[in-house]
C-alpha cells in the first residue's frame, strides 16, 4: 500500500471520541504506527470499479456482500481534464 492512500483509512469512535478525545488521538497514532511498521494494513478489495457509470455494479456488489474490505471507485482516468 502506497503512503498516499493512508490518509484515507478512517475509524469511527462516535460517543467515545465525543467523551474521550485524548484517547481517541491516542489510538488512532498507535493505530497509524503500527501501519506505517507494516504490522497492519487496511483491505481494499481487488475489483477497482470505474467511472461513475460503475456505481450500480459496486451498490450491487455491496448488496450481494462480494465486497470485502473498502470499495474504490474512480471517476476519471484523467483527471486533469474536466468533462464540461
Do not use: C
Not at 481517541?24 to 504490522?39: V, W
Amino acid at each position: 500500500m502506497h503512503g498516499d492512500q493512508y490518509p484515507n483509512l478512517q475509524q469511527r469512535y462516535g460517543e467515545s471520541d465525543r467523551r474521550y478525545p485524548e484517547e481517541t488521538r491516542k489510538i488512532r497514532h498507535e493505530m497509524m504506527t503500527m501501519i506505517h511498521e507494516g504490522l497492519i494494513e487496511p483491505r481494499v478489495y481487488e475489483h477497482v470499479y470505474k467511472g461513475l457509470s460503475t456505481v450500480p455494479n459496486a451498490f450491487n456488489d455491496l448488496a450481494a456482500r462480494k465486497i470485502w474490505g473498502k470499495a474504490v471507485v474512480t471517476i476519471s482516468e484523467d483527471q486533469s481534464k474536466g468533462l464540461l
